[in-house]
Structures are given as structure tokens and as C-alpha cells.
């Protein structure tokens, strides 16, 4: 058993605030990665086309996924679940977004392979 006392933050572009619970950098865990974020209204990053597999836990505001079959919109209560290899861009909406991410295995820059 480990218990862990709290978030590493790490610092992003764009004003997006990364709490990682778990993972590489706050825990030494290489198999998952577990952070809170925090996304201001309007924030946007670069396409990506992870080899990890991530689970989006939408709490506050709205996600968006934009993916080769369009953009979907994932809301406060709502979870997506995106593939490795799968190219995707994430923002927030007019509101901002406050959602939990858990990518599988933990998340790098390098997997995440972003363009």
C-alpha cells in the first residue's frame, strides 16, 4: 500500500492547470496516470495521437474532442474514452472545463505525439 499525499503540478501553455495524482512524474508509476485538470473557457491544445489509452471524466463545463468522425461535446456527468492511435484534439468550452483524465499506460509527451 502507498498512500499518496497530494498532486504534483504540472505547468501547460494556455492557462490549463495539471494536478497529477498518479503517474511518472508525481508517483513513479509507469502503468497509469491519473490527474485533475482544470481547462479556462476557450483553452485549446494541439492535435494528438496518443499510444496510451485515456478515460475522460467530464465535472465541471464542457470538453471538446474534435476526432476524425467530427467534434463531440462531453459534459458535466459525461465520459469519453479515446484509443491509442486515435488522432484527437481536446478544448473547453465558453465555461471552461474541470474534468479528470486517466490514460493508460501513463501519460508522456512523448506517447502523447502530439503535432
Known sequence: M???EGPTRIPVPGG?????????????????????????PGWEEPAQTPSF????VVLRGTVIVEHAGGAT??????????EPGEKVRYSAG?????YI???LPAFTP?????A
Open 73 to 82: 461535446e462531453v459534459g458535466a456527468g459525461q465520459s469519453l474514452v479515446t
Open 2 to 4: 502507498r498512500k499518496i
Open 53 to 56: 489509452t485515456e478515460y475522460t
Open 110 to 114: 512523448e506517447t502523447a505525439n502530439r
Open 101 to 103: 483524465a486517466v490514460c
Open 16 to 40: 490549463k492547470v495539471i494536478d497529477e495524482h498518479v503517474g511518472r512524474v508525481n508517483s513513479g508509476d509507469e502503468a497509469v496516470s491519473i490527474a485533475h485538470m482544470v481547462a479556462p
Open 94 to 98: 465558453p465555461e471552461g472545463a474541470e
